[in-house]
């Protein structure tokens, strides 16, 4: 066992109000899950995302990574956000060997940042600052930028919805790729999405929960065989078995 | 001439799409499929064939075997694949040669923005350069300095 979401509730004040965003959030993460965390806009799936690393603390509850209580600064766990920001006056190659600074310096840095931006298809861009890069290309360094610090879970929040349909279609792919080398980290993925087909595409376990707060209303094994078949229409059973338990 | 305005990510993006579709899909359906308008994916469209990783007819695309080997095969392997076929676009071979024969294998951006704009007829030829870098730096071929605002071969 990787780690462990234990009775994780969430309440947040603002204005003297009280909102419960999260109720009695409970699962454990196992070697080799790549997990995808649906469910409604405002549900909660981000602060989850974000108590799970040690970004946020839960009301109550608690989060245990290899039975240790997650710290922030873990260098085993890594998130990787939707509009993650890149040092504009850093090249590509500045902007992941950054990362690796605490603890890798000079030639063994540079060989790692190498490794990952090869790892990603980023070879030629190394030189390139994030102000000339697609949105793609941005993404991968934030892939690149995370695995280098070769971490055992990585946990994306909505890693691909600012991208375009087929970029998006492109590197979800690609990230698979790289799921699929067993050298490669992480040992687990946790993602949030609000895309159930990508989550079918992606995931080999679905949790889904409730509309705010947040519960765990199903947490699906998704049996398909890999590479998957958008189009297949045991692909389009799940699918809608997913959608029918969102409400 | 015109050149198609996609990223190398957007074409072998279709590509992965048109062979969950069993290698040979209707581009009015794919686009719907996407929720995009057809005139969205066009671009990508014309980029895989200018790459020779598709054939159009009556508006099916089809899967060539290059694309088919680009998809079964990792990453690293990938890159290879793009790079004999960028290596291989008329305006591309074009400009890797005035690399070769000018000083130092450098030209300045402006000197490029004219050469593009010779062959490419628009008023917006900043955004076909970005895309042809796109392409240039995903194949190893062309480096492009925003410092010193001058392209360059990248060697091997
Ligand atoms: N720091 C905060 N203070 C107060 N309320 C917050 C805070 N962060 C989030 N919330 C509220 O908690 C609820 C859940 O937010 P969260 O971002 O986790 O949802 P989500 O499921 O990720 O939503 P989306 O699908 O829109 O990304 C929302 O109502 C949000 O307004
Ligand atoms: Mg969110």
Redesign the pocket.
Known sequence: MLAEIKNISKT???DGNK?Q?LDNINFTVEDNDFICIV??????????LRIIVGLEKPTSGEVLFKGEVIAPDNPKVAMVFQNFALFPWLTVKENIELVLESKKYGEEAEKVACKYIRAVGLDGFERVYPRELSGGMKQRVGFARELAVEPVLLCM??PFSSLDALTSQNLKDELLMLWAEVSMPPDAVIM?T?NVEEAVYMANRIII?SP?P?KIVADLKIELERPRNRKDPEFYRWVDKVYSLIV | MIFPKATISEIIGLLEVVNDSGGIEDAARLAADFDLELDEILPSIDGAELLGFVSVTDGNIELTEDARNLLETGIRDRKKIIRDKVAGVGIIKELTSMLMESDERKISKKETLKFLQDKIATADIESYFRIIINWTRHAGLIGYNSDSEEICLISK
């Open positions: 947040f004040e603002s909102i965003v469910g409604p806009s405002g549900c909660g799936k981000s602060t989850l929040d909505e949030v609000h929960l705010r947040g």
